[in-house]
C-alpha cells in the first residue's frame, strides 16, 4: 500500500520591498492523507491555495511549517532523502508544452528520469522502458511517438508524455496539478481516463488540483474544498457535491456549468424570438 501524508502544512512567502515588506500566507493549516490506489481532489478557485500545496508536495517549495510524512516516515531535505522522495512522489504541470524542453525529443524526456533515478543502465534496457512507457500511457506505436519533439503532437499527446515522464522513476503517488485545463474540450476526457486507469491498474494515488467540480466528482474517492488557504470542507465525492455543508462551496456549485439549466435557458430564449418573429 503506502501513504503521502501532510500535517498542519502552512506556506508563507514574503511580498513587497522594504517597509512594504510583509507576509502572505498561501496555506493555512492544512492537512490529509492520500493512500496509494485512491484519487484526491483538492478543488478550490485560482489563489485558493491549492496549486501552492501541490508544488510544496512535489518539494519545489520549503514549507514554512508543518510536516510531510511517506508511509508514515518524516522527509527531510537532504540530498539522499530528496531523490528518495522524488522516486516516489512526481508531478504532473498544467501547461504539457512548457514542461517539456522543445528541443529534445520524447525520448530524451523519457532517458533522463530513468537514468537518473537508476530505474534502467544501458541503451537496450533504457530504449525497452521507453517504449513500455509509452505504451502505459496509449502513445503507440512507441517508436514512432519517442522520435518527436514536443511541437510534433497535440497538447493531449504531450500531456501524455509528462505523465509517462512522471512514471518513469517508480512513483507511487502523482500530484496532478490541473492536468487537463489547458487542453481542448474534446480530448479532456481521455487524460483523465488514463490517469483514473492508471490509478486503478497501478495502484497510484493520485493528488488531482482542480477547479472543475464535476471531473472532481467522478475521478475521486474523496474532496477536499480549499477556501483563502484553508481546507473549508472535505467528505467522500458525491456528499461534498449532492450535500455541501460550507457556503463556499455551495457558492462553487452555485457558479459551476449546469447543462440542464443551460438547456432550458436557451429553450426559453429560442421561444421568445420565435414569439417576436411571429
Request: overall charge positive.
Amino acid at each position: 500500500m503506502g501513504t503521502l501524508e501532510v500535517r498542519n502544512l502552512v506556506k508563507d512567502f514574503r511580498v513587497g520591498h522594504g517597509f512594504r515588506r510583509s507576509r502572505l500566507r498561501a496555506v493555512d493549516d492544512v492537512s490529509f492523507t492520500l493512500e496509494a490506489g485512491k484519487t484526491v481532489a483538492l478543488v478550490g478557485e485560482s489563489g485558493s491555495g491549492k496549486s501552492t500545496v501541490a508544488r510544496t508536495l512535489a518539494r519545489l517549495e520549503t514549507p514554512t511549517s508543518g510536516e510531510i510524512l511517506l508511509d508514515g516516515r518524516p522527509v527531510s531535505g537532504s540530498r539522499t532523502a530528496m531523490r528518495a522522495y522524488r522516486h516516489d512522489v512526481q508531478m504532473v504541470f498544467q501547461d504539457p508544452f512548457a514542461s517539456l524542453n522543445p528541443f529534445h525529443t520524447v525520448a530524451h524526456h523519457l532517458e533522463r528520469p530513468l537514468e537518473l533515478h537508476g530505474v534502467a543502465r544501458g541503451r537496450g534496457a533504457v530504449a525497452e522502458q521507453v517504449a513500455g512507457l509509452l505504451e502505459r500511457v496509449s502513445l503507440t506505436p512507441a517508436d514512432v511517438y519517442a522520435a518527436k519533439r514536443p511541437h510534433e503532437m497535440s497538447g493531449g499527446q504531450r500531456q501524455r508524455v509528462a505523465i509517462a515522464r512522471a512514471l518513469a522513476p517508480g512513483a507511487r503517488f502523482l500530484v496532478a496539478d490541473e492536468p487537463v485545463s489547458m487542453l481542448d474540450v474534446s480530448i479532456r476526457l481521455g487524460v483523465l481516463n488514463l490517469l483514473a486507469c492508471l490509478q486503478r491498474e497501478e495502484n497510484l494515488g493520485v493528488l488531482y488540483i482542480t477547479h472543475d467540480l464535476a471531473t472532481a466528482r467522478h475521478f475521486s474517492d474523496e474532496i477536499l474544498v480549499m477556501y483563502r488557504g484553508q481546507v473549508v470542507e472535505r467528505g467522500p465525492s458525491d456528499q461534498v457535491i449532492l450535500d455541501p455543508q460550507h457556503a463556499y462551496t455551495k457558492t462553487l456549485l452555485a457558479a459551476a456549468p449546469d447543462p440542464a439549466r443551460h438547456g432550458r435557458l436557451r429553450d426559453e430564449v429560442r421561444a421568445e424570438l420565435a414569439g417576436e418573429r411571429a
